[in-house]
């Protein structure tokens, strides 16, 4: 399953599911699967989320070029999302509901991988300690440590 919140400003047309997976979905009968959802932004009271979300298998889409997206989106780089006026960059996440996980790209800089306990991403902690962001590594150190222990 993968989720996009897609930020707009109230007077602004909310965007649409095609613009935003045009190229990224690559089943046509699967875009027409894709829900789609409005709900209040959790920035400003006056702005609105759209929020689209897709049953679907790693298979399915074209994660790569999303991840790509996803990255350049501070960039004069292609690929990216359309990004219309009043539309904000959207975030993307990848959800994979065996494992219980979510997968979120923010930008070029780094991700977030979430889970329901700690104890299911202590390998990703263990074996990619070297990329934590040295702003993060108190906190992260705080929170693996206990399941080290």
């Known amino acids: ?14 965007p649409s599911k095609m613009n935003l997976f045009e190229r990224k979905v690559k089943q046509k009968a699967l875009k027409r699967k894709i829900q789609q959802e409005t709900l209040p932004s959790p920035f400003d009271k006056d702005d609105g989320t759209s929020q689209f979300s897709l049953m679907c298998k790693k298979a399915e889409i074209d994660y790569r070029l999303l991840i790509q997206a996803a990255c350049n989106e501070d960039f004069p780089l292609k690929p990216k999302f359309r990004n219309k006026a009043g539309l904000e960059y959207p975030d993307v996440f ?36 070297n990329l934590i962001d040295e702003v993060e590594r108190a906190e992260m150190e705080a929170i693996f440590k206990k399941v080290e222990e």
């Not at 399953?1 to 909310?14: G, I, L, S």
């Not at 889970?115 to 990703?124: G, S, Y």
């Open 94 to 129: 990848f959800v994979n509901q065996s494992n219980h996980l979510i997968f979120f790209i923010y930008d070029n800089r780094g991700c977030e991988v979430i889970a329901n306990d700690k104890e299911t991403i202590c390998f990703l902690y263990e074996k990619y300690d």
């Open 1 to 14: 399953m993968f989720v996009v919140n897609a930020y707009h400003h109230k007077k602004d047309k909310m």
